[in-house]
């Protein structure tokens, strides 16, 4: 890893030093949801047809049956095995249902081929119901299919594919036709629901919704991860205010000191408010390297001998000098950068000091590896 990179890095570390302070307010939107008002995933199978000739082979059996089913609903009667279908695809829909999406409204959905097709660009999705995990239908979706990705040239060593060309969206390509279930705001009491369980957020909630509504208390904190509000009396006719009103309300939310890292990529973030013990940290590399080189060896002219390679084993040891950094009570999140950026450590060196400090009881964080 180069110095450009160490740079990015620690750049990073400062930054996310910088956003991530504990003073700073939030609003309630951003901690809780309403419990009930939820997301509703929908699924499909249908057809894509209108490709060129990038869709299912004659392998794919259930591509040649659900064509000609759809041919029939439509009053034309062909068998199955007396058509190929290489301009059409069969796919399976994902969809999203938004809570409170009133009938007539669209949402996106993803097509993705389920047989041997090729390519779905430039395909046209044939009319298809969206059922929920209860196999009612939600919505229909039809429209034409936006791949990312392509396949140009004439197959084998000739084509090139670029991103993935057998998935693709559809912008807007299903109409809802019946409304979620949704949970009703016009009750007396709603739940509040953490994004992230944790007593003393739940329990700022309480207070902060408690402060601003004070007769009567409306709020309690049942656990960690559900709030209890109390609709006022004066807000019975006038729920989605209440809630507008909650939203707005800003407070500390508590954050526990988190470490994540990503070895694969190098990535290592982490809050200012990650508290360090006095440590000491001694860091070197030790460096092994073998070298083997083939060498002929020529026997002396009239000998009768015959010509042999010998191998040449070189091995050479390389020790860098032990690096050492001190950090005192109260240490910081700059100062441990500046720190790690002053003995020249890369990406993976700075992964195994902060692991060893956590085995070491000097970090008093979480450590996630992603």
């Known amino acids: 890893m180069n110095s450009c990179t160490i740079r990015s890095l ?61 041919l029939e609903r439509m ?40 047989g041997d097709a090729a390519n779905l660009q430039g395909g046209l999705l044939i009319l298809t119901p969206l059922q929920g995990p209860d196999g009612q239908v939600f919505a229909v979706a039809q429209g034409p299919v936006v791949t990312g990705g392509f396949v140009a040239g004439r197959g084998g ?22 409304a979620p279930p949704s949970v009703s705001v016009d009750e007396a009491k709603i739940h509040l629901q953490l994004r992230k369980e944790d007593f003393t957020t739940a329990a700022r909630i309480a207070e902060a919704i408690n402060k601003k509504y004070s007769k009567p208390p409306a709020a309690k904190a049942d656990n960690a991860g559900r709030v209890t ?14 809630m507008a009103q909650l939203e707005a309300i800003t407070l500390q939310a508590d954050h526990t000191s988190k470490i994540v890292i990503n070895e694969r990529t190098g990535t290592i973030v982490m809050g200012r408010n990650v508290p360090l013990q006095p ?26 001998g015959q010509t042999v390679v010998v191998p040449q084993i070189k091995t050479t040891v390389k020790e860098e ?6 950090l005192k009570q109260g240490a910081t999140v700059e100062e441990l950068v500046k720190a790690l950026q002053a003995i020249g450590s890369t990406a993976r060196d ?7 400090l956590k085995a070491a009881g000097s970090l008093e964080a979480e450590i996630e590896v992603i």
């Open 279 to 304: 440590v000491s940290i001694m860091h070197g590399a030790l460096t092994v390297e073998i070298e083997t080189q083939a060498q002929a060896s020529q026997p002396a002219p009239l000998s009768g």
């Open 157 to 178: 060593g000739n084509s090139q594919t670029v991103n993935h060309p057998t998935v693709g969206r559809i912008l807007s390509g299903a109409l809802i036709e019946k």
């Open 350 to 356: 700075i992964i195994a000091i902060l692991q060893s």
């Open 10 to 70: 620690l750049f990073a570390f400062l930054l996310a030093a910088g956003a991530l302070r504990a003073d700073e307010s939030v609003r309630l939107k951003e901690l809780v949801s309403v419990e009930g008002v939820r997301d509703n995933q929908l699924v499909g199978y249908g057809l894509v047809v209108g490709l060129n000739g990038t869709g299912d082979k004659r392998q794919t059996v259930f591509s040649t049956q659900s064509l000609s089913n759809l």
């Open 75 to 114: 009053g034309v009667s062909v068998p199955a095995t007396s058509f190929q279908v290489r301009n059409t695809a069969a796919v399976l829909l994902t969809a999203t249902l938004p809570p409170y999406a009133q009938p007539g409204t669209r949402i996106d959905v993803t097509a993705a081929a389920i």
């Open 229 to 242: 509000v109390e609709i006022p009396a004066d807000y019975k006719d006038r729920t989605v205010e209440f």
């Open 321 to 326: 000098k032990t690096k050492a950094i001190t």
